[in-house]
Nanobody, 123 residues
């Protein structure tokens, strides 16, 4: 089992910055991908950014140029640096880890989620 714990959420004024962290623990075989998602009440959870095992990153259009995702492979930790925050960035942010377990018959891909951290952008 893998446990994820987010930290770094909170309140910030529009235009401000926050840095989210997600620490993974437990038995991890091979991280295929780590990512950040967000959700507001009444809406589906949406991808914010993800980073693959080769370090390549993907971003949702609404955060391009403002957010940066990064990983510390040694510590199995990922980060989301959020700059130029807008009111519409207010949401619960969840980290996500995709773990590949290789067996003789193939690959077992498992996805884990953290409990979430709240980000509020308001004046």
């Amino acid at each position: 089992q893998v446990q994820l714990v987010e930290s770094g959420g909170g309140w910030v004024q529009p235009g401000g910055s926050l840095r989210l962290s997600c620490a993974a623990s437990g038995t991890i075989f091979k991280i295929a991908e780590m990512g950040w998602y967000r959700q507001v009440p009444g809406k589906e959870r949406e991808l914010v950014a993800s980073i693959a095992s080769d370090g390549s990153a993907k971003y949702a259009d609404f955060v391009k140029g403002r957010f940066t995702i990064s990983r510390d492979n040694v510590e199995s930790t990922e980060y989301l640096q959020m700059n130029s925050l807008k009111r519409e960035d207010t949401a619960d942010y969840y980290c996500n880890l995709v773990d590949d377990i290789f067996w003789a018959w193939g690959v077992d891909r498992r996805t884990y989620w953290g409990p979430g951290t709240q980000v509020t952008v308001s004046s």
